[in-house]
T-cell receptor, first 112, second 115 residues
């Protein structure tokens, strides 16, 4: 089955700096890669996703890149703000399989 | 519109008791998922429902765990004879349809504490 690894487990940046979180996956059949943000006491919320026919996607300060050959994808947050502090999860979904495998999460702290 | 609703938000019970956790998915979503999240950990897949198909129970950790989904909408996760290691946040998510590329929308979870 699919295995998703996420790095780093914790990340601390200064406000205004960029943050990058990386994930790798094992099954080349995976074709959908969402990113979730989880704030304390809340459920994960989808912030951006990418499909295998696209190499990069941007939404304001957030971007995701996908390298299918290397089987890795990354989340980039620019101009970080304290409210970006949360736990971020990557995930990968396998074609014709209805479950989604999540990374272990990255705790991002943005220092004001 | 209304999101995924879970109840109760918190549950404290004694070891050995049974507990039921409820999930109301987003209206019209045919797929429903249960996950377990232990303190500071990622999401552990438990069970998946898709329409009227047989559920995928491959993630259930033991036969003390079961789930049902009545009428293709509300789902209940039941844990029998609870153990302390069952303490975790139980998250429910729903998605629009069978297509595995549909995003999952999560509730805020039930925080279960076994004394």
């Amino acid at each position: 089955g699919e295995n998703v690894e996420q790095h780093p487990s914790t990340l601390s940046v200064q406000e205004g700096d960029s943050a990058v979180i990386k994930c790798t996956y094992s099954d080349s059949a995976s074709n959908y890669f969402p990113w979730y943000k989880q704030e304390l006491g809340k459920g994960p919320q989808l912030i951006i996703d990418i499909r295998s026919n696209v190499g990069e996607k941007k939404d304001q300060r957030i971007a995701v890149t996908l390298n299918k050959t290397a089987k890795h994808f990354s989340l980039h947050i620019t101009e970080t703000q304290p409210e970006d502090s949360a736990v971020y999860f990557c995930a990968a979904s396998i074609v014709n399989n209805n479950d989604m495998r999540f990374g272990a999460g990255t705790r991002l702290t943005v220092k004001p | 519109g209304a999101g995924v609703s879970q109840s109760p938000s918190n549950k404290v019970t004694e070891k050995g008791k049974d507990v039921e956790l409820r999930c109301d998915p987003i209206s019209g979503h045919t797929a429903l998922y249960w996950y377990r999240q232990s303190l500071g950990q990622g999401l552990e897949f438990l069970i998946y429902f898709q329409g009227n198909s047989a559920p995928d129970k491959s993630g259930l950790p033991s036969d003390r765990f079961s789930a049902e989904r009545t009428g293709g909408s509300v789902s209940t996760l039941t844990i029998q004879r609870t153990q302390q290691e069952d303490s975790a946040v139980y998250l429910c998510a729903s998605s629009l349809r069978v297509d595995n590329r549909q995003p999952q929308h999560f509730g805020d979870g039930t925080r279960l504490s076994i004394l």
